[in-house]
């Protein structure tokens, strides 16, 4: 009896160990399988693309401003030169004269750092040129067209580098998040005024 009962569970411990290896296997088969699917199946290929589409293809709008030095310097058509040759279309421009209210709440980001007033001061001397530009990933392409912050230490073929002055008089502003973009297009343009 005891030897039947020795070999029932030395039988079961095989079924298991049986059933758990089938298990693995299974598990194995069906992400190949998937993988497969997915490789074949059409539905499954257009929603990869789906995805890819919209991280690659993200059609944004981003804000602009030709600095008061850059229009002073008649160097904005040569900016718009290079903006539109970099891909973007302008859907909206105006050209103003900021207020010292109107600059001080467009970079109040800013107010408690010590350039602050140099540059409102900058910003109030004369006109910008205030351009709302469209094109996939805007934001991040047009911060990459403008160059760093402080012209001498932008590169030579960033708007920066070829028509900036200094750390404040850098020729242009770009929006620096699509959050900034939507704020400071707001603050320019109305919706009637942005082409669709
Ligand atoms: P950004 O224009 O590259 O986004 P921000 O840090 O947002 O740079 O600064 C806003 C503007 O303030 C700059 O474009 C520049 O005109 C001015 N600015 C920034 N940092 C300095 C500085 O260290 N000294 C003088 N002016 C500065
Ligand atoms: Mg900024």
């Known amino acids: 009896m005891n030897v039947f009962k020795k070999i029932g569970s030395a039988f079961a411990v095989a079924l298991m160990v049986f059933s758990v290896t089938a298990i693995a296997d299974d598990g194995e088969k069906s992400s190949q399988e998937q993988s497969s699917v997915a490789a074949t199946n059409p539905d499954d290929a257009n929603k990869g693309n789906e995805k890819s589409d919209k991280e690659q293809s993200k059609t944004e709008r981003t804000l602009c401003m030709i600095k008061p030095d850059a229009v002073k310097n008649h160097k904005d058509k040569e900016i718009e030169d290079m903006i539109k040759a970099a891909g973007f279309k302008v859907v909206a421009e105006k050209e103003i004269t900021m207020t010292q209210e109107q600059a001080e709440e467009f970079y109040k980001e800013h107010k408690d750092r010590p350039f ?81």
Do not use: W
């Open 116 to 196: 602050f007033k140099t540059l409102v001061a900058l910003m109030t001397s004369g006109p910008i040129k205030a351009k709302v530009l469209e094109k996939e990933n805007a934001v991040k392409d047009y911060r990459k067209l403008m160059g760093a912050t402080d012209s001498a230490k932008a590169e030579k073929d960033t708007i920066r580098g070829k028509f900036g002055t200094d750390k404040t008089a850098n020729a242009v502003h770009g929006s620096d998040s699509p959050e900034s973009a939507e704020r400071e297009i707001k603050f320019f343009f109305k919706d009637g005024e942005i082409a669709n």
